[in-house]
Nanobody, 126 residues
Framework: QVHVVESGGGSVQAGGSLRLSCEAS????????MGWFRQHLGRGREGIATIHIPSSDTSYADSVKGRFTVSTDNTKNTVSLLMNSLKLEDTAMYYC???????????????????WGQGTQVTVSS
């Protein structure tokens, strides 16, 4: 079992930056991919960034590419999402998730993920 906890949400003005953190704990080798998702009010979850823990390979949705950066620390148990140039449309509940996959190429599809955090709200204002 893997326990996932996000932190770092809050309110920021458009054009500003915010960093989210996600800590995953549990059985060794229970996960190899960690992803960030967001859910706008009344809509489904959108995969926005993934990182393959062993290789640190990353992938991004077009909506955040060039503005958001996902990274992992040396312990490989904490993943950060640095969000720059925030827009009003980035306002959403943000979730961190994890799953195990042989090899890289982590998914941006929420159904592929087994372990989820409780979410953290990000609000961007003008």
């Amino acid at each position: 079992q893997v326990h996932v906890v996000e932190s770092g949400g809050g309110s920021v003005q458009a054009g500003g930056s915010l960093r989210l953190s996600c800590e995953a704990s549990g059985t060794t080798h229970s996960f190899s991919c960690m992803g960030w998702f967001r859910q706008h009010l009344g809509r489904g979850r959108e995969g926005i960034a993934t990182i393959h823990i062993p290789s640190s390979d990353t992938s991004y949705a077009d909506s955040v590419k060039g503005r958001f950066t996902v990274s992992t620390d040396n312990t490989k148990n904490t993943v950060s999402l640095l969000m720059n140039s925030l827009k009003l449309e980035d306002t959403a509940m943000y979730y961190c998730a994890a799953y195990f996959r042989f090899g890289g190429d982590c998914s941006l599809t929420d159904n592929d993920y087994d372990y989820w955090g409780q979410g953290t709200q990000v609000t961007v204002s003008s």
